[in-house]
């Protein structure tokens, strides 16, 4: 059985660059992380072990000093209000969603009706709207209806969504609003793009893909959807201990993608996992 790994998979920069400033020394004993700051259980449990704290909001009680926002960002005035309550702010957004805040900022001075293509309620893109007095988040068609009655709408996407699906949205745009002035600024981000890229082809020469990445992981979830609409059988997993050997018994090549927050120990562990499951005497005998 071959075992290919996807060309680009597993944490980016964004992700890894937050988790080694909470992960400091300095700070790891007296921090709290707003919000989940990697969808990935391995990487929350080490925080854990490191003492970090975390809470879900700010509403929840916070007792350290230091206080971090993570990659996905957050809006200015919440970082404000924790700095006006004494707190230390650590702001770990990604330059990558800070380019979006930058990018729907403009689209309003400009006055353009700011739009988001994604999830309404993922902290990304509860960040990238927090500030504004009025905007509208497309997810799929379906919301398209929130559209009528703009004549000029300023689009942005939240950073892992599917590039395929945003080009979607904007042709179902021009079709149904055909008056309307639209100004796009694609900012779906470079490590999310080759991540879909790279599944988009390994899962065309495969039979079976893992795809790797915490269960509530936006970014891998659209992984696996891509590996779904192309075909192939596609298993969801975060541990190596949940790969299952039935799954490959009758499979010759077998991809590995992962999402942007999958430490690439647990990648490894996967693979090793799945060499040896290749050379069982089960699989042997197939
Ligand atoms: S997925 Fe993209 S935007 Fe999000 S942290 Fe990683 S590089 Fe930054």
């Known amino acids: 059985m071959r075992i290919t790994r996807a060309r680009a998979l597993g944490t980016c920069f964004g992700v ?40 879900d909001s700010i509403d929840d009680e916070i007792q350290t000093r230091n206080v971090m926002i993570t990659a996905h960002g957050a809006p200015a005035s919440l970082k404000q209000k924790l700095s006006d309550r004494g707190h230390i702010v650590y702001d770990a957004t990604c330059p990558l969603v800070l380019r979006v805040h930058q990018a729907i900022r403009r689209l309003v001075a400009e006055g353009w ?39 000029r709408v300023g689009i942005v996407c939240q950073t892992t969504h599917r590039i395929r699906q945003a080009k979607e949205i904007l042709e179902q745009i021009g079709h149904r609003f055909p008056t309307m002035e639209v100004e796009f600024i694609d900012t779906v ?38 590996c779904q609409e192309n075909g192939i059988t596609a298993h969801h997993i975060e541990s190596q201990a949940q790969l299952e050997p039935e799954w490959f018994a009758s499979a010759d090549h077998v991809g590995i993608t992962a999402g942007t927050s999958t430490p690439h120990e647990v990648i490894d562990q996967i693979h090793a996992r799945l060499i040896q499951i290749s050379k069982s005497g089960d699989l042997a005998s197939e």
């Open 16 to 55: 890894r660059d937050a988790i080694d400033a909470a992960l400091s020394s300095s700070i790891s004993t007296d921090l709290t992380i707003v919000g989940q700051l990697v969808h990935n259980p391995q990487t929350v449990q080490k925080l854990h072990e490191a003492g970090v704290q975390m809470v």
């Open 189 to 226: 981000c470079k490590p999310t793009k080759d991540r879909q890229e790279a599944v988009e082809e390994l899962s065309l020469q495969v039979d079976v893909m893992i795809v790797v990445g915490g269960a509530n992981s936006s970014n891998t979830l659209k992984l696996l959807k891509v």
């Open 113 to 151: 009706h700011p739009v988001v293509i994604g999830q309404p309620d993922h902290v990304e893109v509860r960040g990238i709207v927090g500030d504004l007095d009025e905007y509208t988040v497309i997810s799929s068609v379906d919301d398209l209806t929130q559209l009528e009655g703009r004549s």
